[in-house]
């Protein structure tokens, strides 16, 4: 039992982790490209990007939270049951899900009445996004060190 909640842990972060690194170095730049950027704000390609990226991060913020419970609940469990180096592991992935709960339910929702509203180019607007973009950076930076301290089963 220790060995697969050893491994569950595991697969849980690192799934996380290439679906968040898949995410900002990959989709977001892909579908939302310098030149959709450039465009005006009402341009309807430029909408439907930035909706399609809302989209996906409202998803993965979903993933984050689910898979972050998961291995926060089996380093707990290790901790248990005597493998007291998963506490650190067990805070990293504490940590990762209670960004993604700000994201989900504060930033994301702000940013998202922001781009209804039509104000994109105010500085709030700015904001929020490089909050959301912060976000993000420290969720993976936690995973890193969460799957560097990950248990071991003998």
Do not use: K, Y
Request: glycine share 6%; aromatic share 6%; charged share 10%.
């Amino acid at each position: 039992m220790n060995r697969f909640l050893c491994f569950l842990f595991r697969l849980a972060a690192g799934t996380l982790f290439g679906a968040q690194l898949f995410f900002a170095a990959i989709a977001a730049q892909v579908i939302f490209t310098r030149a959709l950027a450039a465009l005006p704000s009402a341009d309807p390609r430029r909408r439907a990007a930035a909706d399609l990226i809302g989209l996906l991060l409202a998803r993965l913020d979903l993933l984050t939270l689910a898979l972050s419970a998961v291995a926060a609940l089996c380093a707990v469990v290790l901790v248990r049951r005597g493998f007291s180096s998963a506490r650190r592991s067990a805070l990293a992935v504490l940590l990762v899900g209670v960004a993604a709960l700000a994201s989900s339910a504060v930033v994301t929702p702000a940013i998202h009445q922001l781009r209804l509203a039509g104000a994109t180019a105010s500085p709030r607007f700015g904001q929020l996004h490089g909050l959301s973009s912060l976000l993000l950076v420290a969720e993976l930076l936690l995973l890193v060190v969460a799957i560097w301290l990950a248990p071991q089963s003998d």
